[in-house]
T-cell receptor, first 111, second 114 residues
Framework: SQQGEEDPQALSIQEGENATMNCSYKTSINNLQWYRQNSGRGLVHLILIRSNEREKHSGRLRVTLDTSKKSSSLLITASRAADTASYFCASNGQGAQKLVFGQGTRLTINP | DVKVTQSSRYLVKRTGEKVFLECVQDMDHENMFWYRQDPGLGLRLIYFSYDVKMKEKGDIPEGYSVSREKKERFSLILESASTNQTSMYLC?????????????FGPGTRLTVL
């Protein structure tokens, strides 16, 4: 399997704190994407960062990419209860249309 | 609003039954995917399709087959359901254009095989 790995597997923080999740992947990539999954539902795309980018922002989300270490991180600032979900990274190998998903981080925001 | 729909949210079948899971997308996407999701194992790709009548095996194709007769519809078939196929099944689609291949997911079908 070429699945990536996510760290931590589970994270529980207080509302208003920042949440950081990490992802490692194994092969050269075109881009890396982050998805969110609410309990028992499908995944929703959050943000995409290309292999030639190092950092990207979208609202309260900040993604970094270090291709030399084959790793990425997702930071959610000023967390809210509604951010409670599982978060997955997915890497897209060069020339490939399919994605390889990590195993996910389960984030719980406590009110 | 873009949409991927799956035929059932919950499904209960008996061992040995033939099971059809249907997925439809309204975005004119070339690519469609079937995943299964199990606790601790993340998403694993079963089959995918780049075009009508085209299919490629993913990481875990054993025990499954697929059909793509029309661009908007991708069906997953369990020829003879077994208890180890109890899982959440997720369908997704993406455009085949360019490298920014964001996938759009359906709501999932939770299949229980008794």
């Amino acid at each position: 399997s070429q699945q990536g790995e996510e760290d931590p597997q589970a994270l529980s923080i207080q509302e208003g704190e920042n949440a950081t999740m990490n992802c490692s992947y194994k092969t050269s990539i075109n881009n890396l994407q982050w998805y969110r999954q609410n309990s028992g539902r499908g995944l929703v795309h959050l943000i995409l960062i290309r292999s030639n980018e190092r950092e990207k922002h979208s609202g309260r989300l900040r993604v970094t990419l270090d291709t030399s270490k084959k790793s990425s991180s997702l930071l959610i600032t000023a967390s809210r209860a509604a951010d409670t979900a599982s978060y997955f990274c997915a890497s897209n190998g060069q020339g490939a249309q399919k994605l390889v998903f990590g195993q996910g981080t389960r984030l719980t925001i406590n009110p | 609003d873009v949409k991927v729909t799956q035929s059932s949210r919950y499904l209960v079948k008996r061992t040995g039954e033939k099971v059809f899971l249907e997925c439809v997308q309204d975005m004119d996407h070339e690519n469609m995917f079937w995943y299964r999701q199990d606790p601790g194992l993340g998403l694993r790709l079963i089959y995918f399709s780049y075009d009508v009548k085209m299919k490629e095996k993913g990481d875990i194709p054993e025990g499954y087959s697929v059909s793509r007769e029309k661009k908007e519809r991708f069906s997953l078939i369990l020829e003879s359901a077994s208890t180890n196929q109890t899982s959440m099944y997720l369908c997704a689609s993406s455009t085949g254009q360019g490298n920014d291949n964001e996938q759009f997911f359906g709501p999932g079908t939770r299949l229980t095989v008794l």
